[in-house]
């Protein structure tokens, strides 16, 4: 099985990147492949694919490794701030993802300050499947609606392991965060 | 290939429905399926298959036909508008999408008053995929993320027919609907 990750000095790492757009318009914004406004009636968005809505302010899609240096200017241009989460790359059924890299994540996710935001790793599938799979966690989600969330995205590339990550994860030192704009109970 | 159809009094017909829901709170508002509220710890959300977020106020999902009677009195006792949109049943390859249809309903998901509104038909893949689909136009979103979406909720069911029937659907009639809740250029 394939798996997204890249050697740098001999480290093998894998990122999850969270980008935060200001002002509020995230297709727009987030679109730097949008054609350009010459012609209103022929323009067309072009979002990425497995590009979703999560929740409120919350969105999710691919994007290319290593980050693209077209989207690292279209960042820079309009204010966006990149956060980005390293984690190490194994292969399955040898894959350990670090629970306290995805707990950082959430925080940056779940705080509305940050929003709205767009949640990515090269595929769509798997690093950004399990933040958003937590998220569910959070949102107390039952798991068998977690996996069929998590599986519409990674498709023929689903894996057990990540499954198994969301299952045993532990969301109650997360639970004292505000979710605002999200749907809780 | 399975078509969800039903045949009453001689005449086979399909369903789209569209809920809309009142006060703001859609998860726990939809989900008839919750777990009574005894033990706050305890309580899991049970989302139905195929549930999703589209846009601001716009939720997508699966619901059994004919709509059960669960359903019927939750919405009866939460004060959710229920409209029913019926589309002929036709098999492949003679599926007739009823355009007309579509863009009824359509005008009711793009009407803000209505929103938060759950859009559903019993697989959540085909009817209500091309409804999600003719909504991504009416936002501009080129045909290929159109595609993306719609295959990533009907996988294996996925259907020529209904990517034809969203590629040649116009939109000229709708666009001079508001759409100050959703995602706009």
């Not at 240096?69 to 040898?94: T, Y």
């Amino acid at each position: 099985m394939k798996v997204e990750e890249e050697v740098h000095g001999g480290n093998i790492y894998r990122t999850i990147e969270v980008a935060v757009v200001d002002p509020p318009s995230p297709i727009t914004k987030l679109s730097p492949t949008a054609v350009p406004d010459n012609n209103s009636d022929d323009d067309f968005f072009i979002p990425p694919l497995n590009f979703s809505m999560v929740d409120n302010g919350i969105f999710r899609c691919l994007c290319p490794e290593p980050y693209p240096e077209a989207n690292a200017q279209f960042v820079k241009s309009n204010g966006i701030q990149l956060f980005q989460f390293g984690i190490e790359g194994c292969k399955e059924p040898f894959v350990n993802i670090p629970e306290d890299t995805i707990r950082e994540a959430l925080q940056v996710v779940l705080d509305v300050k940050n929003h709205p935001l767009l949640i990515h790793c090269k595929r769509g599938k798997h690093r950004t499947g399990c933040v958003v799979g937590c998220l569910r966690k959070l949102q107390k989600w039952c798991l068998s609606s977690v996996f069929d969330e998590y599986q519409r995205f990674a498709a023929a590339k689903a894996r057990v392991s990540d499954q198994r990550f969301m299952e045993l994860f532990d969301v109650s030192s997360l639970k004292h965060l505000p979710m605002s704009s999200c749907s809780k109970r």
